[in-house]
């Protein structure tokens, strides 16, 4: 299976604030990988799918960048309703495998 | 606007099989585009994709669930389901039902999750 590994696991930041997570794959991926939030007890929302393609309804202060085995997800000006959990997972090969999150709490 | 709705019980006893279905509204479980997937997510493991299936039948699993789910489909009811046998504590999680498109191989619809627990 290819692992993904997220850094950091946690920060935190002020509304406004530019915020980069990155992730990492265990092997290249080209462009097949997919950045998802998830809030407290609701199912994960798909933010970004083929690395950089925003979805459909998502604000455009959400970007993803990458290809290979390195990938970025940044939110420009972080908002009070950005607070959450975020999870990148890649789709090259099955099992589609996750990275284990990073929570962005309010400083 | 496409919905989905998870259901089944909340509690399986160890070695019985974990029975879950999902309600799709607002969209078909017939239509080509999209395959209809199950992911679960523990504190212990994360989130972990368990399987989809698209409308022509066809399937695709996770192996490290050791050939115990299996996928189902039923166009006449809008549904899709899952069935997880030989549960141990390990499967209680919850569930999530989503709809992937095949274009982007992405889960862009979820639904709100159901918890369960395998206990005795």
């Known amino acids: 299976d290819i692992q993904m590994t997220q850094s950091p696991s946690s920060l935190s930041a002020s509304v406004a604030d530019r915020v980069t997570i990155t992730c990492r794959a265990s092997?290249?991926?080209?462009?097949?990988l997919n950045w998802y939030q998830q809030k407290p007890g609701k199912a994960p929302k798909l933010l970004i799918y083929?690395?950089?393609n925003l979805y459909s309804g998502v604000p455009s202060r959400f970007s993803g960048s990458g290809s290979g085995t390195d990938f970025t997800l940044t939110i420009s000006s972080l908002q009070p309703e950005d607070f959450a959990t975020y999870y990148c997972?890649?789709?090259?090969?099955?099992?589609?495998?996750f990275g284990q999150g990073t929570k962005v709490e309010i400083k | 606007q496409v919905q989905l709705q998870e259901s089944g019980p909340g509690q399986v006893k160890p070695s019985e099989t974990l029975s879950l279905t999902c309600t799709v509204s607002?969209?078909?479980?017939?239509?080509?585009?999209?395959?209809w997937s199950w992911t679960r997510q523990s504190p212990e493991k994360g989130l972990e994709w368990i399987g989809y299936?698209?409308?022509?039948?066809?399937?695709n699993y996770n192996p490290s669930l050791k050939s115990r789910a299996t996928i189902s489909i039923d166009t006449s009811k809008n549904q899709f389901s899952l069935k997880l046998s030989s549960v141990t504590a390990a499967d209680t999680a919850v569930y999530y039902c989503?709809?992937?498109?095949?274009?982007?191989?992405?889960?862009?619809?979820w639904g709100q999750g159901t918890m369960v627990t395998v206990s005795s």
């Open positions: 989503a709809r992937g498109t095949i274009l982007t191989s992405a889960d862009g619809t």
């Open positions: 607002g969209g078909s479980v017939s239509s080509g585009s999209y395959y």
């Open positions: 299936i698209h409308n022509t039948g066809s399937t």
């Open positions: 092997q290249t991926i080209s462009t097949s």
């Open positions: 083929g690395a950089s």
């Open positions: 997972r890649q789709s090259y090969s099955s099992p589609g495998t």
